[in-house]
T-cell receptor, first 112, second 113 residues
Framework: AQRVTQPEKLLSVFKGAPVELKCNYS??????LFWYVQYSRQRLQLLLR??SRESIKGFTADLNKGETSFHLKKPFAQEEDSAMYYC??????????????FGKGTKLTVNP | KAGVTQTPRYLIKTRGQQVTLSCSPI?????VSWYQQTPGQGLQFLFE???????NKGNFPGRFSGRQFSNSRSEMNVSTLELGDSALYLC????????????FGPGTRLTVL
């Protein structure tokens, strides 16, 4: 079964501090993993995906297949990073259908 | 490009009624997916449509249905509403191609009284 676990519902850090949002997954095949972010009063949007191996807004995430984890990290948090973060897993079917399985989300608050 | 749009943005219904929500994908996007978001269950996949055909379905009762039109616009319908159907319903579109980003709409907030 596909499952995504985000163990922290709430995470609070101070501006300039490092931040790590945890995500663990369960999937029998080769997963595609994503981080989505939802800022206050805005729609859900893609932050980054593991296959891109890129850094977006200073955030990076590394897929660790051994630990089945895809933690999101940023070395120096900014107040504008305060948002709801969702880890998601996608399993493409042979027919090309993509279904996203989301974790419950972590609300990040960056304090001044 | 205009983003994914959903109408209406807010809806209040009573138990037993039925409701239809609409989603217009980004121009050129042929895949439309629907998700239900609740505080308890989080974001859950409802179904995906592509070329007017349902291609994938989540674990929801048959009261939840959908369709897609030739212009890729999609509707979802919930019949015999229950209190537990109160949720934010999100629509997402993507261009076909593997893999590709799903772009989400603002959602329709459904309240069932």
């Amino acid at each position: 079964a596909q499952r995504v676990t985000q163990p922290e519902k709430l995470l609070s850090v101070f501006k300039g501090a490092p931040v790590e949002l945890k995500c663990n997954y369960s999937y029998s095949g080769s997963p595609e993993l994503f981080w989505y972010v939802q800022y206050s009063r805005q729609r859900l949007q893609l932050l980054l995906r593991h296959i891109s191996r890129e850094s977006i807004k200073g955030f990076t995430a590394d897929l660790n297949k051994g630990e089945t984890s895809f933690h999101l990290k940023k070395p120096f948090a900014q107040e504008e990073d305060s948002a709801m973060y969702y880890c998601a897993l996608s399993g493409l079917t042979q027919g090309g259908s993509e279904k996203l399985v989301f974790g419950k989300g972590t609300k990040l608050t960056v304090n001044p | 490009k205009a983003g994914v749009t959903q109408t209406p943005r807010y809806l209040i219904k009573t138990r037993g009624q039925q409701v239809t929500l609409s989603c217009s994908p980004i121009s050129g996007h042929r895949s439309v997916s629907w998700y239900q978001q609740t505080p308890g269950q989080g974001l859950q996949f409802l179904f995906e449509y592509f070329s007017e055909t349902q291609r994938n379905k989540g674990n929801f009762p048959g009261r939840f249905s959908g369709r897609q039109f030739s212009n890729s616009r999609s509707e979802m319908n919930v019949s015999t509403l229950e209190l537990g159907d109160s949720a934010l319903y999100l629509c997402a579109s993507r261009r076909e191609g593997s893999p590709d980003t799903q772009y989400f709409g603002p959602g329709t907030r459904l309240t069932v009284l």
